[in-house]
Every structure is written in structure tokens, then in C-alpha cells.
């Protein structure tokens, strides 16, 4: 089993910035965590993905938030971290950590991130 648990969301002003955390515990034999990823789901709308890292660390991210936000892992400590700059009032979300195993994905419970204009 893998949990996760988010932290460092917050409300914050336009412009400003905050870096989210994602700590993965394991137990049991399930093997590596694979691919990682930080998704977001606004009110009244479906979850989307943010961006992803795989175990390598490659990135990906979603056109909204390309040259804004920065995905980062360390597999050692099996962490991941979100860090967002110049926030904008649509990127108001609860964020929600992200991990695949070769067996299922596991789902943290959400931070919430409001972004006043």
C-alpha cells in the first residue's frame, strides 16, 4: 500500500506563489513508485492533470501552467513537490497528489489552493 499526504496549500493574492509537498509512505512489497503527478479539480469541474514526473524525471505539464509551476521529486525520500509561481485566480483548485505503482494508482485527499484577484 502507498499513502500519500499533501501539504503546503493556502490562499494567496494573485501573482504570489506557494510550493505544495507530497510525502509517499509504502508498505508491503509493491515494488518502485513509477510516475507521479499533481492534478486539481475546481469547483464544479472535472479533475485534470497538472503536470507529471516520471521515476527518471521527466516532466510534463499541462499548457495552463507551463512556465509557472515546477514538478520535482526526490526517490530516495519518496516526495514530491509542486512549486507555483505567479498564481492566477483560475488556478483556485483543491490539488491532489498523484502515484502509480506497476499494480493501481493511489490518491492523496486533496489540498486545498484559493488564488484572490
Known amino acids: 500500500q502507498v499513502q500519500l499526504v499533501e501539504s503546503g496549500g493556502g490562499l494567496v493574492q494573485a501573482g504570489g506563489s506557494l510550493r505544495l509537498s507530497c510525502a509517499a509512505s509504502r508498505s508491503g512489497n509493491i515494488g518502485n513508485i513509477n510516475t507521479m503527478a499533481w492534478y486539481r479539480q475546481a469547483s464544479g469541474k472535472q479533475r485534470e492533470l497538472v503536470a507529471s514526473i516520471s521515476r527518471g524525471g521527466n516532466t510534463n505539464y499541462a499548457d495552463s501552467v507551463k512556465g509557472r509551476f515546477t514538478i520535482s521529486r526526490d526517490n530516495a525520500k519518496n516526495t514530491m513537490d509542486l512549486q507555483m509561481n505567479n498564481l492566477k485566480p483560475e488556478d483556485t483548485a483543491v490539488y491532489y497528489c498523484?502515484?502509480?505503482?506497476?499494480?493501481?494508482?493511489?490518491w492523496g485527499q486533496g489540498t486545498q489552493v484559493s488564488v484572490s484577484s
Open positions: 498523484n502515484a502509480a505503482t506497476m499494480i493501481r494508482l493511489y
